[in-house]
């Protein structure tokens, strides 16, 4: 058995949003705002709190439909509260359970005819029993009326109710309750747009909590508490420590749990239990010895005394779990060696608390579901342990305080430790765990398996429009080429996974521009400085497979490339002659093809060089404004050389950068350091006189050996940086990359 699938409807960002389930981990990943916490706290309110939803949690969009389904309401017709209903935050569960779990599921069953396979729930808000919503509003308004006709004072203010929103902003929990109510399977949609199945009709529901002893839900949230040693209040010079003993606290509900020797005491818990006792008597005896003289003084007051007054005695109470609340329950040994140096918990650093606290609730969680110790659970199932068949543990944030090696470690070992125990590691278990994790870190994602990553992507509205979220499904995106699924999995995992993170994506050619280009943007283009990029450098061979996952995150995206225009030419052969394309400086007229795949399979799917360089900008890039992904490549650039200006097409990033500024180039050549090739740039620059003839040396200095990644790096050692600018095709398309990040349909 396990969770199939939740959606989510009309929450937060989330309007219609379609999570599928990992069978063992899921990982949210996103950019900022993208609503990855919208998601946790949904599956927190529906499944685990079961309630505490309110107004703000109510897609901001949805309030207009909303107000005018309330507007509409008069005395004299019946409400009719399903459109209100639609409008207000519901989550449906799938699930798949076999026939032989039959007795797990019996309540969730739609027919007698169901024989195993797809299960769906609805937890939604619905009016409470006895409450008419539509007379209490219509009610707060004639109040209102008769207090002030129109309701609005003369300085403005208005008397509340001013709308429904204002309304239930104060009664939605007393007039709302969850409900849940079964699916048809047979709506389980197994791709396609997010549309909320029919309810069956005259479905009554069956209640809040319709997972109880069957779903095991726990959470661990992003707000973890942690503090550094001397934090808190000191009063009279003593430190009052705050709920920054997280390990002690997990350490005492653990001990309450599974150990308490009070608990069905054996027979070493009946000894542990004697020397409790003997040590209270001894400490009760010391007590009443000691604080016999001030009794003594309190009673010649006349207080406490007579015959009618009790007598005042100090005595002690031992408990067991009493030797756990301190600060120093926890310590941490740091000698190394048999000298016994330790430190209470917050002595340590906050990334080392925060992980090893991590660690031992996910422990404390399995132990819980697995009843381990003395633990037994309240929760009456069909089976006689009473153990829920399916563990569902949500984690958010885990990154916090985490170096990067550990954050990585934690994930490649959070679902291992759920399932650490001997009911839960055979391969046949009649348990399923299932994690959740919502995280910002790369190094998170970069620990999970590819298809375990669920993407949010945020909708890009139209002006006036509130931002809606939508959820990518990373498993099955590559279809059938597993080539391609092969390439890129490899890719991000031997680079990064910070485009899952990303406002943008900037695709490269090579090192030289990976080197120059976060410089030209941080002082040339102040807008994409403010984003987060990330950057993916790709030769022109291999951009185009990256095409499924770039269109599937649906982030604006600049693909910055050669043109590599190629001439084709007779080569002899083992067999005789045979045409075959070889690199050439690009021109028109020329009968050249490009060699870029990139270009010639995927935007603007052209090989002729020709229309490659005169077609307009805008039409090479995207079939429509509203697209997200743009190339850039080498186009004609007006130059300038001494008195002579001529039209040349670049070849490279290279050349383009040296014909957009060669003052920046010569004095480049001039430092000590500087590579050959940088030279030889310098020298061309003072030796010819027009600019055809600059660009055919560098042509051909690029043909031979070049020093890219070194010629780059020799750049950021000319006295103005900031004089340095990106060449036209680069500059118009980070123009419409930053157009594009401020809502605009950007242009090339």
């Not at 089976?383 to 916090?400: F, N, R, S, T, Y």
């Not at 006036?464 to 959820?471: A, I, L, Q, R």
């Not at 990518?472 to 995992?493: C, I, P, Q």
């Not at 480049?668 to 030279?679: F, G, I, P, S, V």
Request: aromatic share 8%; proline share 5%; net charge negative.
């Amino acid at each position: 058995m396990k969770i199939e699938r939740i959606e989510v409807f009309n929450f937060r960002k989330l309007r219609r949003a379609r999570l599928d389930m990992s069978g063992k981990q899921t990982l949210l990943v996103g950019a900022n705002n993208s609503g990855k916490t919208s998601a946790m706290k949904a599956l927190r309110k529906f499944l685990k709190d079961r309630g505490g939803i309110d107004t703000r949690d109510v897609t901001a969009s949805n309030w207009i439909d909303i107000e005018q389904v309330a507007s509409a309401w008069t005395q004299e017709t019946e409400a009719d509260l399903n459109p209100l209903l639609d409008k207000l935050p519901f989550l449906d569960v799938w699930m798949h359970a076999e026939n032989s779990e039959l007795h797990h599921v019996a309540h969730l069953i739609p027919t007698l005819t169901w024989t195993g396979g797809y299960l769906g729930v609805r937890l939604r808000l619905e009016p409470k029993k006895g409450v008419d919503i539509k007379a209490g509003y219509l009610a707060a308004r004639q109040a209102t009326e008769e207090l002030k006709p129109g309701g609005t004072l003369d300085n403005g203010f208005a008397l509340w109710p001013r709308d429904f929103r204002e309304f239930l902003d104060k009664h939605l929990k007393d007039l709302f309750q969850l409900n849940a109510h079964l699916l048809d399977p047979d709506n389980f949609a197994t791709s396609g747009e997010v549309v909320p199945p029919p309810l069956p009709a005259l479905s009554e529901g069956i209640g809040a909590n319709p997972f109880a002893g069957l779903i095991h839900i726990r959470e661990i949230n992003a707000q973890r508490g942690f503090a550094d040693a001397g934090d808190g209040n000191h009063d009279d010079g003593e430190l009052v420590h705050t709920d920054s003993r997280k390990m002690a606290s997990q350490i005492q509900t653990y001990f309450r749990k599974h150990i308490d020797p009070e608990t069905n005491p054996t027979l070493n818990d009946v000894k542990a239990l004697m020397a409790i006792h003997d040590a209270e008597a001894t400490f009760n005896d010391r007590l009443k010895d000691g604080f016999a003289n001030a009794i003594k003084e309190l009673e010649e007051l006349g207080y406490p005394g007579g015959l009618n007054n009790p007598k005042l005695l100090i005595a002690t109470q031992i408990k067991p779990v009493d030797g756990l609340n301190h600060p120093a329950a926890v310590q941490y040994d740091i000698s190394g060696n048999t000298s016994g140096i330790n430190l209470p918990e917050s002595y340590n650093g906050l990334g080392f608390q925060n992980l090893i606290s991590m660690v031992f609730q996910l422990m404390r969680f399995r132990d819980d579901w697995m009843q381990v110790g003395k633990f037994k659970s309240q929760v009456v199932t069909p089976e006689d342990k009473g153990i829920e068949p399916l563990q569902l543990v949500l984690v958010e944030e885990p990154e916090a305080h985490l170096h990067v090696q550990v954050q990585q470690v934690f994930m490649a070992k959070a679902h291992k430790v759920l399932r650490n125990h001997e009911d839960l590691e055979k391969e046949d278990s009649a348990f399923t765990t299932q994690l959740v994790v919502s995280t910002h870190s790369g190094h998170i994602a970069h620990a999970a398996a590819f298809e375990e990553l669920r993407y949010f992507k945020r909708d890009l509205p139209s002006p006036g429009v509130v931002p809606t979220t939508t959820v990518a499904n990373m498993t099955g995106l590559f279809g059938a080429d597993t080539e391609t699924h092969r390439f890129v999995t490899r890719y991000l995992l031997s680079t990064h996974f910070d485009l899952f993170f990303a406002d943008a994506i900037i695709v490269i050619e090579g090192a030289a521009e990976r080197i120059l280009l976060p410089l030209l943007i941080r002082h040339h283009y102040p807008d994409l400085a403010a984003a987060y990029l990330s950057f993916l450098e790709l030769g022109g061979s291999h951009a185009h497979r990256m095409r499924p996952l770039i269109e599937a995150l649906e982030l604006p995206t600049l693909i910055i490339t050669d043109l590599d225009a190629a001439t084709k030419v007779k080569k002899v052969v083992k067999n005789g002659e045979r045409n075959v394309w070889e690199s050439a400086r690009p021109r028109s007229g020329a009968a050249q093809e490009t060699t870029n795949h990139a270009l010639k399979t995927w935007l603007p799917e052209m090989a002729e060089v020709d229309k490659l360089m005169v077609a307009p900008p805008n039409t090479l890039c995207h079939t429509d404004a509203t697209q997200t992904i743009a190339v850039s490549f080498q186009t004609p650039q007006v130059v300038t050389l001494g008195e002579e200006t001529q039209t040349i097409t670049p070849s490279t990033f290279e050349d383009a950068l040296v014909l957009t500024n060669p003052e920046a180039v010569k004095d480049a050549a001039k430092t000590d350091l500087a590579c050959l090739m940088t030279r030889d740039f310098g020298e061309y620059i003072d030796a010819v006189s027009t600019p055809e003839d600059l660009a055919t040396a560098l042509f051909e200095r690029l043909a031979n050996k070049p020093e890219k990644a070194a010629f780059a790096l020799d750049l950021l050692y000319i006295k103005d940086i900031k004089a340095l600018r990106a060449p036209p095709y680069i500059d118009s398309g980070l123009t419409w990359l930053a157009g594009k990040l401020k809502g605009g349909v950007g242009a090339i």
